[in-house]
T-cell receptor, first 110, second 119 residues
Framework: QKEVEQDPGPLSVPEGAIVSLNCTYS??????FMWYRQYSRKGPELLMY????GNKEDGRFTAQVDKSSKYISLFIRDSQPSDSATYLC??????????FGSGTKLNVKP | DTGVSQDPRHKITKRGQNVTFRCDPI?????LYWYRQTLGQGPEFLTY????????KSRLLSDRFSAERPKGSFSTLEIQRTEQGDSAMYLC?????????????????FGSGTQLSVL
């Protein structure tokens, strides 16, 4: 079983829609959760970082962690065409391990 | 620009040739990671350094791959006798890591990657 699994997508939404991106993870000991955004032919860019459970909000982005179900989510409100990218969930563990999901490709249509 | 820098951005080579990539991390970062990413997949761990010490290598890293980080600054990744299966994006990332036993919110910052095509 992989440490983190991610909905493969692709996901296509109209501009202004609310987007929900999701991952599940395997180890209940995981505590540090991240979302990266990756544009085509670029490296991943850190978008959100959360510790343990709960929500974290930054502008139009909200990261949510549900430790009881081992589920992490990223919500994007009022989505824009510039949000079109691949979104990777990631987990940091044991002081040197980063586990990445396979990414969900998002297309926001004008 | 104080981000992670990788060179070259693109490399096309023939099967059997050797290639070397360079990564310059964010200057105050003590950890440097190498990842490989293929289309439709997330980054796959290859190896990492804490300062100049190479602390871990993935089992995926065959003996054709070697990485160095002399003086704990920039790093190079060399692939000898390239194969078509080596075609991928090679990503470097750096972070400010802490010693085991402490809490941390270590954050990984990536470069733009080197896209390798082996013909």
């Amino acid at each position: 079983q992989k440490e983190v699994e991610q909905d493969p997508g692709p996901l296509s939404v109209p501009e202004g829609a609310i987007v929900s991106l999701n991952c599940t993870y395997s180890n209940s000991a995981f505590q540090y959760f991240m979302w990266y955004r990756q544009y085509s032919r670029k490296g991943p860019e850190l978008l959100m970082y959360t510790y343990s459970s709960g929500n974290k909000e930054d502008g139009r982005f909200t990261a949510q962690v549900d430790k009881s179900s081992k589920y992490i989510s990223l919500f994007i409100r009022d989505s824009q065409p510039s949000d079109s990218a691949t979104y990777l969930c990631a987990i940091y563990h044991n002081f040197n391990k980063f586990y990445f999901g396979s990414g969900t490709k998002l297309n926001v249509k004008p | 620009d104080t981000g992670v820098s990788q060179d070259p951005r693109h490399k096309i080579t023939k099967r059997g040739q050797n290639v070397t990539f360079r990564c310059d991390p964010i200057s105050e970062h003590n950890r440097l990671y190498w990842y490989r990413q293929t289309l439709g997949q997330g980054p796959e761990f290859l190896t990492y350094f804490q300062n100049e010490a190479q602390l871990e290598k993935s089992r995926l890293l065959s003996d054709r791959f070697s990485a160095e980080r002399p003086k704990g600054s920039f790093s190079t990744l060399e692939i000898q006798r390239t194969e078509q299966g080596d075609s991928a994006m090679y990503l470097c990332a750096s972070s400010l890591g802490t010693l085991r036993g402490g809490t941390t919110n270590e954050k990984l910052f990536f470069g733009s990657g080197t896209q390798l095509s082996v013909l």
